[in-house]
């Protein structure tokens, strides 16, 4: 067994500080683009090969833990996820289904509710697909060319897309963190979703509302007259969406979204050859270049800290302190937030929410059973959180997707993703103001028994 370590978490507080740092500095300088500076995959390089120091045993033990982490099952499919937005994103801009679908909508939606309904059709679509990276690779190019058509700011809608995304990825009962939290917690889906919505509605409420002002004040000011637009460049966004209804692998929504929109391209512009539609494609690889790099090296020096142990230490000291807040058994709000804070803590380390909740299950079923916790309230919380927290990473793949797509700073993206933020904050208030009995019944609990 892995013997719990503080200093195995150092990497990451390395990486941080130098990416984090080192962009505060250049903005300090007015220096354009500061973030960009020194590259994420470059300043990570560092923490890296301190973790590969700490690490114990031969030093091709050490390089083949960290390799396995980069080969991660879900660290790959995200490679592949980005590979084929990006694809996606620069063959339907090419064929000009990012400005007919822009002036489509800006055709038939008032522009007071353009960025509501941004959220509104984001949140629908990622609850529909249950993965927030799909919903964001279809919808963030169609933010961006509503930005460059209208006077909302770019990080307004980008943000808008990243919440509305994140919304339905904390919902979805397809989804990867609901079926990690629920078989972790032995509860049904549905009264899981039930828990969900009651702490997720009033925040997107409030982001509506927030949009709503946010738009119309933006809106009111200067907007460029909807343009004319063919349905037929808009239908390879329609069936992407659609097929993401039916439950199609992502993967294969993606793919069938590049042939059919290079197939459109082929059809209607005389000057666009497979050639074209090569180099699109290729172009669209290349543009996921930084963040691809990223994610692997991220999952590289995640596995080298929980084989290091920091991951287990940083269970152990959030339930520590919560063992303070609990020390006569009848206190669930201590319970609460040690299961919350733990799933935070961790995802901050693995910048992966539905690892963060694998890695945090056992325990936080121990806390629940010891604490009083309804086991259907631990599973909301712990998606709940390792969403409010995948959402606000400006290493997370959310962010990174989306600032890719974009063209902004990732840490200036993460500021302006209210719904997370909002989110967070009802979360927080749920645990503060719940009134609880002296305990959960074992009962009512016994659920958790039949995992």
């Known amino acids: ?23 505060l500095w250049y903005q300090s300088r007015g220096i354009e683009m500061a973030f960009y500076q020194i ?20 030093l091709n033990s050490r390089i083949e833990t960290f390799i396995r982490g980069v080969g991660d099952h879900t660290i790959i499919t995200m490679v592949l996820i980005y590979l084929l937005a990006g694809a996606f994103a620069s063959v339907a801009k090419a064929m000009g289904g990012v400005d007919a679908t822009v002036n489509f909508g800006l055709n038939v939606i008032p522009p007071a509710l353009i ?49 509305g ?4 990825d904390n919902l979805s009962i397809i989804s990867d963190t609901t079926i990690a939290a629920t078989r972790t917690q032995g509860v049904e889906m549905r009264d899981k979703f039930r828990m969900n919505l009651r ?14 002002f946010q738009g119309r004040g933006a809106t009111g000011t200067a907007m460029t007259a909807p343009g004319d637009y063919e349905l037929i460049r ?10 993401a209804l039916l439950g199609v692998n992502v993967l294969l929504v993606l793919f069938a979204g590049i042939l059919l929109a290079g197939a459109i391209g082929l059809g209607t512009q005389p000057d666009y050859t497979l050639a074209s539609l090569s180099r699109d494609i290729y172009a669209g690889y290349s543009g996921m270049q930084e963040i691809l790099i990223l994610s692997l090296l991220i999952g590289g020096l995640g596995a080298m800290m929980k084989a290091g142990g920091g991951l287990a230490w940083l269970a152990q000291f959030i339930d520590r302190i919560s063992r303070r807040g609990n020390r006569d058994g009848s206190n669930p709000r201590a319970g609460e937030l040690g299961i919350s804070a733990m799933v935070a803590a961790t995802n901050i380390c693995v910048a992966n929410n539905t690892v963060a909740i694998l890695l945090n299950g056992e325990l936080a079923k121990d ?85």
């Not at 719990?4 to 740092?21: I, Q, T």
């Not at 995304?165 to 339905?168: C, L, M, S």
Request: charged residues 5%; aromatic residues 8%; glycine residues 8%.
């Open 39 to 58: 590259a994420a995959p470059v300043a990570i390089l560092p923490a890296i090969a301190l973790a590969i120091f700490l690490a114990r045993g031969s």
């Open 115 to 163: 960025l509501p309904g941004l959220f509104a059709i984001t949140a629908f679509v990622a609850t529909a697909m249950g993965t927030s990276m799909g919903t964001i690779a279809a919808i963030a190019p169609i933010a961006v060319g509503i930005a460059d058509a209208t006077a909302l700011p770019l990080l307004l809608t980008a943000g808008a897309v990243i919440g």
């Open 165 to 168: 995304a994140i919304f339905g």
């Open 199 to 212: 702490i997720a509605l009033p925040a997107a409420l409030l982001t509506l509302v927030w949009l709503y």
């Open 1 to 23: 067994m892995t013997k719990p370590s503080a200093l195995a978490l150092s990497p990451l507080l390395l990486f941080l500080a130098l990416f984090v740092g080192s962009g």
């Open 367 to 451: 806390i629940a059973k010891r604490y009083g916790v309804d086991p259907r309230r631990a599973a909301s919380l712990l998606d709940i959180f390792s969403c409010v927290i995948q959402g606000l990473l400006p290493y997370g793949a959310q962010i990174l997707l989306a600032s890719s797509l974009a063209g902004v700073s990732p840490l200036t993206l993460a500021g302006n993703i209210q719904y997370c933020w909002l989110l967070g904050a009802s979360a927080v208030l749920s645990i503060t103001l719940a009134r609880y009995r002296h305990s959960f019944e074992p009962a009512r609990s016994a659920a958790v028994e039949l995992q």
């Open 234 to 243: 808009v239908l390879p966004y329609v069936a992407v969406l659609g097929m």
